[in-house]
């Protein structure tokens, strides 16, 4: 991980360091709620940890369980398999409840239609694994 001066100070640091850790524990609800995206929230926790405690910040880097997933992302921009699916999925079933069960008309269901294909054009578009020369590095 890069080093970033921490920028924060005050009561904006501890703002960043709350939103981080409240970001932290979504991350972890997600691992047991299915379809809830867990790196993202961590990702977040991350960009906030970064601008707040880079205690905070490394121990989210390079955690055992968290770790992995950010760092591929971070270093790679990659998307497991997995994390695609889930993705796709739950735009798939917003798209059909919002249509199904809040739309009054067509206009609610064609914008998120269009949001989400471009969301899973570029979620699918993205590497689903480390690349297998920067494994042997």
Excluded: Q
């Amino acid at each position: 991980m890069e080093e970033k001066p921490v920028i924060a100070c005050g009561p904006v640091r501890y703002g960043l360091i709350a939103f981080g850790w409240l970001n932290v524990a979504l991350g972890v609800i997600a691992l047991v709620v299915p379809m809830m995206p867990t790196v993202v929230f961590l990702l977040i926790a991350l960009w906030a940890f970064s601008r707040s405690s880079r205690r905070f910040s490394e121990w989210l880097y390079g955690h055992p369980l968290f770790g992995r997933l950010i760092r591929d992302w971070h270093d790679h921009r990659v998307i497991p398999v997995k994390g695609k699916l889930c993705a796709i999925g739950t735009m798939a079933l917003s798209l059909t409840i919002a249509t199904v069960f809040v739309a009054e008309n067509w206009i609610l269901p064609a914008a998120l239609g269009f949001v989400f294909i471009a969301v899973s054009v570029f979620v699918v578009t993205r590497p689903s694994r480390v690349p297998a020369r920067e494994l042997a590095s």
